[in-house]
T-cell receptor, first 113, second 115 residues
Framework: DQQVKQNSPSLSVQEGRISILNCDYT??????FLWYKKYPAEGPTFLIS?????DKNEDGRFTVFLNKSAKHLSLHIVPSQPGDSAVYFC????????????FGTGTRLKVLA | EPEVTQTPSHQVTQMGQEVILRCVPI?????FYWYRQILGQKVEFLVS????????KSEIFDDQFSVERPDGSNFTLKIRSTKLEDSAMYFC?????????????FGDGTRLSIL
């Protein structure tokens, strides 16, 4: 069951530069997408979300872009900071269902000082 | 900021034993969830719960599993007759409502180790 895919298991970025994390999905019923950040020994922390009626949502340094035709979303972090180093999960949900989240496998981001 | 709290943080249990994982969701939240993450794998949905009923359960959530909201604050996951493959991180989550703009908030998880 690979409905949500994060094809890059890891990413290294210099402090101050842009981090771009990517996520692809296959289920066209998904209409709500989220990004979570996870530190070791902690639970996923909600970062930002986007509904399928939008193609962009911005919150401070974090911006999520949604390309419905390509079934692709991305998270941009600008500027990247060392404290952003964590595993980032994208998740997708169908608002016509019970809102269970389908998670990707995660991308480990390392921001180098 | 309100948090979802889970206890214990680590549970070690002999195979075949029953285990209860406990969660205190955020107080004004109405929807509750359990997810698990086997080491090195993705976070997987187990069950959702609303109004004292299971809303949806995954294929993983078989008769070995049950959930309960025994009082106004706790939400528990019981695993009967545990198996080695039940070893995983178990995350509880809650949300105020369901829908776009109502993200689920996760606890820090219980690491379950079956020996």
């Amino acid at each position: 069951d690979q409905q949500v895919k994060q094809n890059s298991p890891s990413l290294s970025v210099q402090e101050g530069r842009i981090s771009i994390l990517n996520c692809d999905y296959t289920n066209s019923m998904f209409d709500y997408f989220l990004w979570y950040k996870k530190y070791p020994a902690e639970g996923p922390t909600f970062l930002i979300s986007i509904s399928s009626i939008k193609d962009k949502n911005e919150d401070g340094r974090f911006t999520v872009f949604l390309n419905k035709s390509a079934k692709h979303l991305s998270l941009h972090i600008v500027p990247s900071q060392p404290g952003d180093s964590a595993v980032y999960f994208c998740a997708a949900s169908s608002t016509s269902g019970t809102y269970k989240y389908i998670f990707g496998t995660g991308t480990r981001l390392k921001v180098l000082a | 900021e309100p948090e979802v709290t889970q206890t214990p943080s680590h549970q070690v249990t002999q195979m075949g034993q029953e285990v209860i994982l406990r969660c205190v969701p955020i107080s004004n939240h109405l929807y509750f969830y359990w997810y698990r993450q086997i080491l090195g794998q993705k976070v997987e949905f187990l069950v959702s719960f609303y109004n004292n009923e299971i809303s949806e359960k995954s294929e993983i959530f078989d008769d070995q599993f049950s959930v309960e909201r025994p009082d106004g604050s706790n939400f528990t996951l019981k695993i009967r007759s545990t198996k080695l493959e039940d070893s995983a991180m178990y995350f509880c989550a809650s949300s105020k409502l369901q829908g776009a703009g109502q993200p689920q908030h996760f606890g820090d998880g219980t690491r379950l180790s079956i020996l």
